[in-house]
């Protein structure tokens, strides 16, 4: 039987405004990236998102961005390596604490959107910005855009988790599309995507077929229609034979 990680981008409602529905996707994936307050989230979303995961047992990562609220972190920032690790070890050390306050272990770091961009073009940026999470808590895996970033990040021995994105289209380079406010999409285009994904292989906007092994499939809970895309995938999931297992330090994660 085939294996895949199915992730999340949750935790991103702040104050009174409310962004996706946590309580009713949680239960459809087997890890979630929790934003840190930054590009969305606060302090008692944060907590919510960990009784959460501990509550349905899917693994907890942190999902740090850009200090960018209004542009919910979608936004180019001109920062320093320097920067960019303190904001790192800011935000994933906020969550940890209310991990830690709960009982429940921080299992993987994922940055956000253009922040994850800007790391992942960077070699030298990612083995620093590893090195410093890793300071926090050395077990932690890092989940990193499948192809020439995650394969990079491992040749350097750091536990990598090798990411593509079924609910976003690619170019023929073999780059996300972002988009700054997504819309709803076809939850049967999505899983058709997503049982290709695990078979290594993602299709661009013209065409290509990439071929990207990859460790762990995203959707994104502020897409309106989620849980109608994570419902599609896990019932294409099952038909295909493929089952959920989160990567963490001691599972079979390549290096």
Known sequence: MKTIDLNADAGES???????????LFPLIS????ACGWHGGDPAIMRKSVRLAKEHGIALGAHPGFP????????????SHEEVIDMM????GALLAFAEQEGVRLNHIKPHSKLYVTIARDDDLMCKVADAMLALQPDLVFFMLAGRAADNLRKHGYNTCAEVV?????TDEGDVIIESRPPAKDPEYVARRA?????????TIGGRRLELDADTICIHGDRPNVLDIAKSIRSAFDREGISLNAPSATSSVRF
């Not at 070890?89 to 994933?92: E, I, K, L, S």
């Not at 049982?195 to 299709?203: A, H, K, L, T």
């Open 89 to 92: 070890t800011y935000q994933v």
């Open 14 to 24: 702040y104050g009174r405004w409310t962004l996706g529905d946590d309580e009713a």
């Open 195 to 203: 049982v290709d994904m695990v078979s290594g292989i993602v299709e």
């Open 31 to 34: 890890s979630v990236n929790t």
């Open 166 to 170: 079924a609910d976003m289209e690619y």
């Open 68 to 79: 960018d609220l209004m542009g919910f972190g979608r936004r180019m920032m001109d920062v």
